[in-house]
């Protein structure tokens, strides 16, 4: 039996997964049934599923692209004998992606795909002062859950979509799937539309000022309503960044409009140091007021809570990873795929939950030899429920638009 490696992430000891340990998910725990279903559909094998590209990514480094399949059988065999350490998920062709070394490169093209949204929690380390690095706790996972909101919020309301899943990438970021046609549909110059609309905090660089156009778009006064109450909690109490006063020098000072008040806060906080983000933002009202008291300037004041609305969105807004949203040809990994690093399935996630609540797999093996090999018993279960759920949604709303489609056409073509 292959040995795994035992290794610290922070958080306690955890068994890599040996080459053995993914055989063995494969064979007796990845839900294949379900991805198969979700990717193509309907239950029944089409053109969804037989030209969607998968590739696999294998310990040794290697890469294999443009698989595919034509049913489940044949995607769970496949899978299990080559025994990847992850496999993503691209595109559906005009062509099945297998057949691309037999034809023009030129001749296969990307139809359709699933728009997606990575979030990482990298992107908020800036702020982030519970955890550094690959290490997530439920205090920092608070960033991910209110992006996931926005993002929400924003799909619902603005586009109109409703058959979207948040998957947890497995260690300390989560990707969303929006399976609706009229997103899987869209070309590149649109993805990157709808990126660019949703993608509001662009510059990951803190030491400049955010300065978001006024009036803001009523997405952002939307996004900043759900924000705002978290600010004081999150950033202010538990991540506390600026009590570290170089940091709030660096990262806080540049943020406000007025030239004045960042050298009167600087002399104060040099004068009084250390004190605590909630402080320093308090600070910053107590310190305006003597300076608005001086200035001829009317909007001041409106300036400044511009100012502090702009931290907001920047501190708490969604950072995304534009690269995965833009193309249609990307791939991304699988829901239910291990990571390899921390032995975490992927699961589909809710507002509700915490990176503590990922199955990791040398648990399910356990679960699995104490109650005979029954999946259903294990604690992987109730996350195949929620994504079959979804599934069934997804499955039933294209068979909706599809017969729609068909009845325009058909009322098209009497009308000639």
Not at 11 to 22: A, E, I, R, V
Not at 276 to 288: C, F, L, Y
Request: with cysteine; proline share 5%.
């Amino acid at each position: 039996m292959e040995q795994s490696d035992v290794v610290a992430n922070g958080n306690g000891k955890f068994k890599t997964p040996s080459s053995s340990d993914m055989q063995y998910y494969y064979q007796c725990l990845f839900p294949f049934k379900v991805i198969f279903n979700w990717l193509n559909h309907s239950p029944k094998p089409g053109r969804d599923i037989v030209n969607r590209e998968f590739a696999m990514a294998f310990r040794s480094g290697a890469y294999k692209r443009y698989n595919s399949y034509n049913s489940v059988q044949e995607f769970k065999t496949q899978i299990e004998k080559a025994n990847p350490d992850r496999f993503e998920i691209g595109a559906i062709y005009n062509k099945a992606p297998r057949e691309r070394d037999t034809i023009l490169k030129s001749e296969m093209k990307p139809l359709e795909k699933e728009l997606v949204f990575d979030i990482d929690m990298d992107d908020y380390d800036t702020f982030r002062t519970c955890c550094s690095g690959a290490q997530v706790c439920e205090r920092c996972w608070k960033f991910i859950t209110l992006a996931m909101l926005v993002v929400n919020t924003t799909l619902t309301e603005d586009f109109a979509y409703e058959d979207f899943i948040w998957v947890f990438s497995g260690r300390r970021g989560a990707h969303c799937w929006v399976s609706d046609k009229r997103a899987r549909i869209l070309h590149d110059l649109q993805r990157r539309n709808v990126l660019d609309y949703v993608n509001v905090v662009r510059d990951r660089n803190a030491d400049k000022r955010l300065s978001l156009k006024r009036p803001y778009h009523p997405h952002l006064v939307r996004s900043l309503e759900i924000l705002k109450p978290h600010f004081a909690s999150i950033i202010l109490e538990e991540q506390n960044p600026w009590q570290n006063d170089e940091h709030a020098f660096t990262t806080l000072l540049p943020c406000l409009h007025d030239k004045n008040l960042i050298d009167a806060l600087r002399r104060y906080w040099s004068e009084n140091p250390n004190r605590s983000s909630k402080e320093k933002w308090n600070d910053i009202d107590v310190i305006a007021s003597k300076e608005i008291k001086t200035s001829r300037k009317q909007d001041y004041a409106t300036r400044l809570r511009e100012c502090k609305e702009d931290m907001v969105i920047a501190t708490l807004y969604p950072k995304l990873d534009i690269e995965v949203t833009k193309q249609t040809i990307h791939l991304l990994k699988s829901p239910f795929c291990i990571h390899p690093s921390t032995g975490n399935v992927c699961v589909p996630i809710d507002m509700k939950f915490n990176p503590d609540q990922a199955p990791k797999l040398i648990t399910l093996q356990h679960e699995m030899e104490q109650n005979g090999n029954n999946v259903e018993k294990t604690s992987l279960q109730p996350f195949i429920e929620l994504f079959q759920q979804h599934v069934n949604k997804v499955m039933k709303n294209d068979m909706g638009t599809v017969k729609r489609e068909r009845a325009e056409d058909g009322e098209t073509s009497l009308e000639f």
